[in-house]
């Protein structure tokens, strides 16, 4: 299978910036992984989950108490995807392999298989970023244009009005259908995914045979089941609008870029980091309750270089990547606050809702 290449030859830019921040772990005698402040937020997570689920399944609360539980569900499921997962699948949060190992199932945990996701985000997402045709984050199949090589319908028009909706349907289309397709198509966009080992395909139907089983079956001999079923989608509409949201605002928005490969040797013109800078955002780098919250993937510019560091460490090396980029006079894009990154997004749907307000940044 040919793959998508890039110029780095002479990649100084990324070489130099590595350094610095390898630099800065040794002479401050600090681990790239988790620190007690990241392993204090797996413990609260991870306990919150607990908590939240003994409270809805065990106990009768009036209507509005039992909302407001599943939208802490939401919440506490969406900080585990970004925080202890997300770090875990990227074999951040710990040098053993077997600590990343054990937690990164914590995505098999609430339904979705992570070795189909280390593959679709982990390789292909952070590799070819943007890209069409390659990134899958991107590609929405027709029902929402994200890039201007996507083909184009009259209802993207009104797409900034109801991309919203669609993006909270994300958690149930991707347990229940994304998987499936994945496996049987055996590809995402025109990446061929590797075949998953039996140990694999295993773990993936066991745990979506146990999510059925703690999520909707034992709720409903304590409640009725179309209350359970009911509880089940609104905490799933929840975390796929939470998901959704956090990831586009960081490549989906106005003036980015989509850069393609030349369609004979499917290279692109410039060096990998580069890239990276150029269709990725950071946004409310300074809002240390979203960081936070959202495992720093507000710092998106910073993970997607350094993918391999705990995201607690993000604020620090924000100020390297800062310095360094002024040096060698690259784009660094940045919003101030997590408003302005989505209204950025906004203007960028509606934007390619209209192409012919479409104009490639270059």
């Not at 209507?63 to 939208?71: D, F, G, P, S, V």
């Not at 199949?141 to 109801?162: C, E, F």
């Not at 989906?252 to 870029?257: A, I, R």
């Not at 302005?340 to 104009?359: D, M, T």
Request: proline share 4%.
């Amino acid at each position: 299978m040919k793959k998508v290449t890039f110029d780095n030859k002479n990649a100084r830019f990324y070489q130099e910036l590595k350094k610095r921040v390898s630099d800065y772990f040794a002479q401050n005698n600090i681990k790239p992984t988790a620190n007690t402040e990241m392993k204090v937020k797996t413990a609260i997570i991870g306990l919150s989950f607990v908590g939240i689920y003994v409270a809805l399944v065990f106990f009768q609360w009036p209507i509005y108490i039992t909302l407001l539980l599943c939208l802490a569900m939401a919440f506490t499921v969406a900080g585990i995807g970004f925080n202890i997962m997300h770090d875990a699948a990227h074999r951040s949060y710990s040098k053993k392999g077997w600590v990343n190992a054990v937690l990164a199932h914590s995505l098999d945990l609430i339904g979705a298989s992570v070795a189909l996701w280390k593959t679709k985000h982990n390789v292909i997402h952070h590799t070819y970023t943007n890209i069409p045709e390659w990134d899958g984050d991107i590609a929405q199949d027709d029902l929402i244009r994200l890039a201007p090589q996507q083909p184009y319908y009259k209802i993207h028009r009104y797409q900034y009005i109801y991309a919203f909706f669609l993006y909270s349907l994300l958690s149930i289309v991707w347990i229940h259908y994304a998987d499936y397709r994945k496996l049987l198509t055996g590809k995402i966009e025109n990446y061929e995914l590797p075949k998953l080992s039996r140990k694999d395909l295993f773990i993936l139907f066991g745990f979506k045979l146990f999510v059925f089983i703690y999520a909707l079956v034992i709720p409903s001999f304590f409640h009725p089941w179309w209350g359970v079923l009911l509880c089940y989608l609104f905490i799933h509409l929840v975390i796929g609008f939470v998901i959704s949201v956090v990831f586009q605002l960081a490549h989906v928005y106005e003036n980015t870029e989509y850069p393609e490969p030349n369609p004979e040797t499917l290279k692109i013109d410039n060096e990998w980091a580069k890239h990276q800078l150029a269709t990725t955002a950071n946004f409310g780098v300074k809002n240390r309750i979203l960081s936070w919250c959202i495992g720093g993937l507000n710092f998106q510019v910073e993970h997607h270089l350094f993918p391999n560091v705990c995201h607690v460490h993000y604020p620090k090396i924000n100020k390297i990547l800062r310095e360094t980029c002024e040096e060698f006079k690259v784009k660094y894009n940045e919003f101030p606050s997590f408003r302005s990154a989505l209204r950025a997004h906004v203007r960028q749907l509606y934007i390619l809702g209209r192409p012919e307000k479409f104009v490639q940044v270059q």
